[in-house]
């Protein structure tokens, strides 16, 4: 059994390493429920296909193997293991640099099987054990084992080459012969494609190092012929960027095309463009995307739950070689940019000493100002990030409700609270909000309502998350955080405060949603967040909302409001 730290996923801005004790393969965790949406995809990977990549304008030997026959040893698995006899082993390769095989694995995991790079995120020895197993199933080969150095060079070039995909995509196809080659390009061999691209024009690694490891990789896990074609697109590529003649980007045209343009100039969604350019302007939209296409830091919360402190927190990171700075917002909170790895590797999140935690959902605690002997009740709690650490201030004193639909999710929730010694205030209930209301006669001091949302202020974070979310969503989301705000409401007491908050940036499921609320709801008022969050944070209509251009941390939202006598 293996120690997976979990990136919860649709957290958003409360984005959360949570331990689990977990192995890949178990039948209920995510990656196995991942295996099994992936694994029909892998036998039509793995067998017979014909390469379409007739011309490529690059001239090199590939044109020669473009219509060659795929072949597969035949001692690779095709099928899910569970239940299956033990497969023989394969043999060690160690031509292929495990970083590399490891990377090009995930990002087809990641690609054909929906949201799941947040395991992936940074991961703490131990997991490359089940990647490689991936590794081995996938590719038919094994490599020697990943390293603290391999990594890191899996996290920054599978983040990297997913948030740069729409782009990369672009100097890809623009070195296709045409698009039905780009589009019918098989999966393993586009994701070695985009590293190449990615390390190339992204990262400016040494250029003819890039393409030896990624023919390399082609030819071993695909076929020589594969090899060969990855050698002369990369080769392409370097050329032209060596004379500063990469395909261009236009940007230009009526709004839609001009949307387009900068979609692939940032590597974003046409709709995100178009909605961000329409609500915050050209400027702010291109900030935000170059904010998002950056590598993530992250916060820690020293877990005074258990009598820690920032300083407690500062001296084990000092002692660990981890850069950071505490935060300039609230106290027990330390950023780091880098040494993660070190952090989970030393075991503080498996002991409970600090969580991880985004300093803009630390701020909507701050927001809901918990009070020991306070009765508080978190509408949508689950995997907790808020509910402990609302939980740490109540200082034994008070209850906290802690419901959720996602009784998987809850179940990590009490979990994490028994190891943050929080347990004892915390009440874990598992119910669909809107039911769950209907008939409660029970009235709460303070109600959190943490709503499901787009997640659209945790892009930095949650690098595949632009590509899994669709503008269809967005209406179906503000139907559902209507509705959820309409239950919550009734569980406030006269006197007593709802507090609702979203890590979104999107006015349609922050501001709008209280205002539509606010018109049916006469008996609530806005309480201005100004007491509780430092002014930078507070918008004119008293709302909190956190900026990632501006504030340097994800982008969140809350309202507090209260319900008259
Ligand atoms: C943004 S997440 C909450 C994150 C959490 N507050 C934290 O800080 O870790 C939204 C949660 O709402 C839950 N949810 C969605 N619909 C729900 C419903 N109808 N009733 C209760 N919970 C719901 C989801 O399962 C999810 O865990």
């Known amino acids: 059994m293996g120690v997976q730290i979990v990136a919860e996923v649709s957290t958003g801005n409360s984005v959360q390493f949570l331990i689990q004790k977990t192995m890949m393969q178990t039948s209920n965790s995510p990656a196995s429920s991942f295996r099994h949406t992936i694994m ?135 070195l296709c012969h045409d698009e039905s080659t780009f589009r019918s390009m098989e999966p393993l061999l586009l994701q070695i494609l985009r590293i190449g691209f990615y390390e190339i024009t992204k990262l400016d690694m040494p250029p003819y190092a890039v393409v030896d490891e990624n023919v390399r990789l082609a030819k071993v896990a695909l076929r020589p012929g594969a090899g060969n074609l990855v050698n002369g697109i990369l080769r392409k590529l370097i050329v032209l960027k060596e004379s500063d003649s990469l395909p261009a980007v236009k940007v230009d045209g009526d709004d839609r095309q001009q949307a387009r343009g900068l979609a692939t100039l940032y590597s974003h969604p046409v709709w995100m463009v178009r909605r961000w350019t329409k609500y915050f302007g050209w400027d702010e939209a291109i900030k935000l995307m170059t904010w998002n296409n950056s590598s993530p830091s992250f916060s820690l919360r020293a877990n005074t739950g258990k009598g820690l402190t920032g300083a407690d927190l500062v001296s084990r990171l000092k002692m660990l070689k981890v850069p950071h700075e505490p935060s300039l917002y609230l106290d027990d909170f330390v950023r780091i940019k880098t040494g993660m790895q070190n952090v989970i590797q030393a075991g503080l999140l498996k002991e409970g000493f600090c969580a991880v935690q985004d300093e803009s959902a630390g701020l909507v605690v701050s927001i809901v100002d918990p009070q020991p002997g306070e009765n508080i009740i978190d509408c949508c709690a689950a995997p907790g990030g808020k509910t402990l650490f609302m939980a740490s201030c109540l200082n034994g004193q008070g209850t906290l409700f802690a419901v959720d639909i996602n009784e998987g999710r809850l179940r990590i929730l009490k979990e994490t609270a028994k190891l943050h010694q929080v347990i004892d205030v915390i009440s874990t209930i598992h119910a669909d909000l809107r039911t769950f209301s209907t008939d409660k006669v029970v009235e709460w001091d303070k109600v959190l309502l943490d709503a499901p949302c787009s997640g659209l202020g945790v892009l930095s974070k949650r690098a595949d998350l632009r590509w899994n979310r669709k503008q269809e969503d967005m209406e179906q989301l503000k139907h559902l955080q209507d509705e959820l705000l309409d239950s919550a409401s009734r569980l406030v007491k006269p006197g007593g405060v709802l507090i609702y908050s979203t890590c979104s940036i999107d006015p349609e499921e922050n501001e709008e949603r209280i205002e539509a609320f606010l018109l049916s709801h006469p008996e609530f008022d806005i309480d201005p967040v100004n007491r509780y969050v430092p002014e930078d944070f507070v918008t004119t209509r008293g709302f909190y909302m956190s900026n990632p251009v501006k504030h340097e941390l994800d982008g969140a939202f809350a309202a507090r409001l209260v319900r008259s006598q």
């Open 40 to 174: 029909p995809s892998l036998p039509q990977l793995l067998s017979g296909r014909i390469l379409h990549f007739a011309k490529l304008s690059a001239t090199s030997s590939y044109e020669s193997h473009s219509t060659e026959k795929v072949k597969f040893p035949k001692k690779i698995s095709r099928k899910p293991d569970s239940g299956s006899p033990p497969r023989k082993t394969q043999k060690l390769n160690l031509e292929v640099s495990p970083h590399r095989a490891v990377s090009a694995v995930r990002l087809m995991r990641i690609e054909l099987g929906g949201a799941f790079a947040d395991l992936l995120n940074e991961q703490g020895k131990g997991s490359g054990d089940n990647e490689m197993g991936y590794v081995e199933r996938t590719l038919g080969f094994r490599t020697r084992h990943l390293e603290d150095r391999d990594l890191r060079l899996v996290t920054e070039i599978v983040g990297g080459t997913i948030r740069w995909r729409r782009y990369l995509d672009h100097l890809i196809l623009s």
